[in-house]
């Protein structure tokens, strides 16, 4: 049996992270991961270019039933800190939009960049294992099985993850272990997911699936302005997946098609054209949706030929068409979980478990889920730093 101070189970950004920062204090750190190697969602986060972190980030990007719990570590350990790390490793990286920094080569530089400082820390790593068993031991400290060894510690990290992206290993480990310590768990759901919507109640959007524009999505009194994508399901795209996170089941969505291009305005500068609608609109948004929203709303006619009435309809399906989806397409295209590990169970400063002694919880798994952009990658390394320093 193998003594450790203390061990991490989950290789991701904030296992990883927390491994990293033991280990820096001396504290003989183990961090177990059952894929073949660390940081898999690192790895195809950003379409390969890692999303790793938003300039703008604060407590106001992420949604929890505790709404000041995040404001500790994200305040000691910022942003700004792992940029510096980036920097320190000379990944070159650029701000794409609304504060998202990218690798400009590879996520692989933050996987190598990580990997370098838990060689420079001491951290010990093992790939390939998975946990089988974890006790409590009577005398303090925790056991644990796994398919390699059997080990003990003081200090045990749980930070696998929530259930997004089950095909990149994603479980329901750190649940588990948090029912087998009697945590609360606050109800999980899909999190930043595209929208499936009803074929008989709305436009045919199969038929305009990849078709693109800007947009102002509200739902529950939230709204976004970004790109809106249409698939053979529904809908996605930035501006959808930020609302999916407001959004529950029988809920409306209010769409502004392209709030910026002034289309009410040059509406009614022209009442008096024979241009069919479809044209018109054809000139501020894509004409196969111009098209098929025409027809769908029954608009296919010379603007000059339609009464005040029509017009009126027109601009305010503009801006508020109503959508109601019919559900989302389910963890395998969420890339965040919603709920997990009720934040009162842990200790905002060192994130260790209120019951348990030296057991503590980072990450996904915890009821914090960020906006797009960076901002569950800046939530993961600050909260694995945080821990880092107490474990």
Request: proline share 2%; charged share 20%.
């Amino acid at each position: 049996m193998k003594k450790y101070d203390v061990i991490v189970i989950g290789a991701g950004a904030a296992g990883t992270m927390c491994g990293i920062e033991s280990a820096k204090r001396g504290r003989k750190t183990l961090l177990i991961e059952h894929n073949k190697q660390i940081g898999n969602k690192i790895l195809i986060s950003g379409g390969g270019r890692c999303n790793f972190a938003n300039i703008g980030a604060s407590h106001q990007n992420f949604i929890s039933q505790n709404e000041h719990f995040m404001k500790s570590a994200l305040s000691r350990y910022t942003q700004y800190d792992f940029i510096s790390l980036v920097e320190s490793h000379k990944i070159e990286y650029y701000e794409k939009t609304l504060g998202q920094l990218f690798c400009k080569k590879s996520s692989k530089e933050i996987i190598n960049m990580l990997l370098s400082e838990s060689k420079k820390a001491g951290l010990e790593i093992i790939t390939e294992c998975k946990v089988f068993e974890i006790k409590k031991n009577e005398n303090g400290g925790y056991f644990l099985r796994t398919q390699n060894d059997e080990f003990i510690c003081d200090s045990l990290v749980i930070a696998t993850g929530g259930l997004s992206f089950p095909n990149r290993g994603a479980t329901n480990f750190s649940y588990q272990i948090a029912e087998q310590f009697d945590l609360d768990i606050v109800k999980l759901r899909p999190g930043l997911v595209p929208l499936k919507l009803d074929i008989n109640k709305n436009l045919d959007f199969e038929s305009i699936s990849g078709v693109s524009f800007f947009a102002n999505a509200t739902c529950n009194g939230v709204n976004f302005k970004e790109s809106l994508l249409f698939t053979h399901k529904g809908l996605s795209g930035p501006v959808i997946l930020q609302i999916s996170n407001y959004w529950n089941s029988g809920d409306k969505i209010s769409i502004n098609i392209e709030p910026d291009k002034n289309i009410k305005a040059n509406l009614l500068s022209n009442l008096k054209s024979s241009l069919l609608v479809k044209n018109f609109l054809g000139k501020y948004l894509p004409a196969k949706f111009a098209d098929i929203f025409c027809d769908y709303f029954s608009f296919n006619k010379p603007i000059k030929s339609m009464n005040s009435k029509e017009i009126d309809n027109l601009i305010s399906t503009l801006e508020n068409w109503e959508i109601y989806p019919v559900g989302t397409e389910g963890y395998k295209k969420a890339e965040i979980t919603l709920g997990g590990i009720n934040t009162n169970e842990l200790s905002s400063k060192t994130f260790e478990t209120k019951k348990h002694s030296g057991l503590f919880f980072i990450g996904e798994a915890l009821d914090v889920s960020g906006w797009l952009g960076g901002y569950n990658f800046t939530w993961a390394w600050s909260c694995g730093w945080a821990a880092g320093q107490y474990v």
